[in-house]
Antibody, heavy 121, light 107 residues
Framework: QVTLKESGPVLVKPTETLTLTCTVS??????????VSWIRQPSGKALEWLAH???????SYNTSLKSRLTISKDTSKSQVVLTMTNMDPVDTATYFCARSLSGTYYAFDSWGQGTLVTVSS | DIQMTQSPSSLSASVGDTVTITCRAS??????LNWYQQKPGKAPNLLIY???SLQSGVPSRFSGSGSGTDFTLTITSLQPEDFATYYC?????????FGQGTKVEIK
């Protein structure tokens, strides 16, 4: 059974750095032709893709947030980590991690439950 | 970046109706178009990938069509559990982008 689970702080202060961890099970982060993305969603708003890491460690980022984001993975721990610097109240959102596979045209076929992050002083 | 535009933003329908949602890409994305259903407080759930392929476990009343820039999600015989928000998403290129969502409400 494939599962993804996000973890991290519930509350961060403005200007702080957010670190979120996605722990996966049921598949390996070294599997060929797959990857994991981070996606966020402010309350009542649309989904916004943030970053992706492929099994070969290739990384990609949201164009407008690129300077603030870093994605990495630890295959031995089955974890994908996202850091976002200089947090602002507009970054308050539920953050999801999701898996994509080449066999499904890199659609996001499995998602974590999401973790709500509030940015406030 | 490729912009994804969904229409309508919301719609009201009754159980048993057929509903159609459209998604337009700002440039050709071949068939790299995916549809998700999201219910309040839950993660999105993949319904359709590659424009028309039904994800395993998804009821056959959901179907997708299109290629290039214009795509459609159709729900035939709408069921009570189908009232939700639907998103399209392109996986043709990086950065991945989503539509703004279509909320399907009960009439």
């Amino acid at each position: 059974q494939v599962t993804l689970k996000e973890s991290g702080p519930v509350l961060v202060k403005p200007t702080e750095t957010l670190t979120l961890t996605c722990t996966v099970s049921g598949f390996s982060l070294s599997n060929a032709r797959m990857g994991v993305s981070w996606i966020r969603q402010p309350s009542g708003k649309a989904l916004e893709w943030l970053a992706h890491i492929f099994s070969n460690d290739e990384k990609s980022y949201n164009t407008s947030l690129k300077s603030r984001l870093t994605i990495s993975k630890d295959t031995s721990k089955s974890q994908v980590v996202l850091t976002m610097t200089n947090m602002d109240p507009v970054d308050t959102a539920t953050y999801f991690c999701a898996r994509s596979l080449s066999g499904t045209y890199y659609a996001f076929d499995s998602w974590g439950q999401g973790t709500l992050v509030t940015v406030s002083s | 970046d490729i912009q994804m535009t969904q229409s309508p933003s919301s719609l009201s329908a009754s159980v048993g109706d057929t509903v159609t949602i459209t998604c337009r890409a700002s440039q050709s994305i071949s068939s790299y178009l995916n549809w998700y259903q999201q219910k309040p407080g839950k993660a999105p759930n993949l319904l359709i990938y590659a424009a028309s392929s039904l994800q395993s476990g998804v009821p056959s009343r959901f179907s997708g069509s299109g290629s290039g820039t214009d795509f459609t999600l159709t729900i035939t015989s709408l069921q009570p559990e189908d009232f939700a928000t639907y998103y399209c998403q392109q996986s043709y290129t990086i950065p991945r982008t989503f539509g703004q969502g279509t909320k399907v409400e009960i009439k």
